[in-house]
């Protein structure tokens, strides 16, 4: 919990510690959605036992760095009958010249790496309201450097992205909306959630629309969770 990890947040190039739990030098490292590969994955339950291995060699595929190590993390997100759906997060080493000299300097040994968006989501899980395992939902955060976009069926991601601010947010969603499709099958959209301020899905009109205060909200808190 959150008096027992420390937590490092890196945003807008710096660096700060606001939890600080933990007598060690081991933290949690959350980063905006935009600094990380995050992909959801059904994994084959052959690889149950090694699935930081199994998600590392898909990450190396995928990443812009594939002969540098990569720091991957994850969460089971659903069991199935042919294996766990997981949530995963990655963090190649090319791409964390700018964290990495801060963290030494910090004395800091980054053990996880985690999504501040995906903690402002876990928070606020309650306040989305209960969905059937067929409703399809889209959540939107909107952040410093990206809007970060899940696609929910029922209880689960099916598509995590990243949106550049400025996007054409219409057009995004309904990428995400055929890789949604690709992934778990066709469903209807059903709602848009905005998560917070600074997004206008006025135009949007694939879906009704809603908005729910997040002003409350303590994304470290999410982050805790999963520490």
Known sequence: MADEVKIAVYENGELSVPV???????????LPLDRLLVKVVKVPEAV??????????????????????????YETVRETEDGPVV????????????????????????????????????VAWSRLG????????????????CV???VLDGDCPAVVRAVSNGSDLKREIMLSL?????????AELREIIVLGDGLDCSGIE??????????????????????
């Open 20 to 30: 600080k739990g933990g007598n060690c030098d081991e933290a949690v490292l959350a």
């Open 206 to 227: 694939l879906a009704p629309a809603r908005t729910i205060d997040a002003s409350s909200l303590d994304p470290l808190a999410g982050i805790a969770e999963r520490a």
């Open 87 to 122: 949530l995963a997060a990655a963090l190649p080493e090319g791409s964390t010249d700018d964290i990495a000299e801060t963290l030494d300097q910090a004395g800091l040994n980054v053990t996880r790496v985690d999504s501040l968006a995906l903690g402002v989501l876990r």
């Open 178 to 186: 055929v890789e949604a499709d690709s992934f778990a099958g066709p």
């Open 148 to 150: 970060s976009l899940f």
């Open 48 to 73: 149950r036992e090694d699935i930081c291995g199994f998600l590392t060699d898909i990450f190396k595929k995928i990443s812009p760095y594939p002969d540098e190590s990569i720091k991957v993390s």
């Open 130 to 145: 209960i969905a059937s395992d067929t409703s399809r939902r889209v959540v939107l955060i909107a952040g410093n450097s």
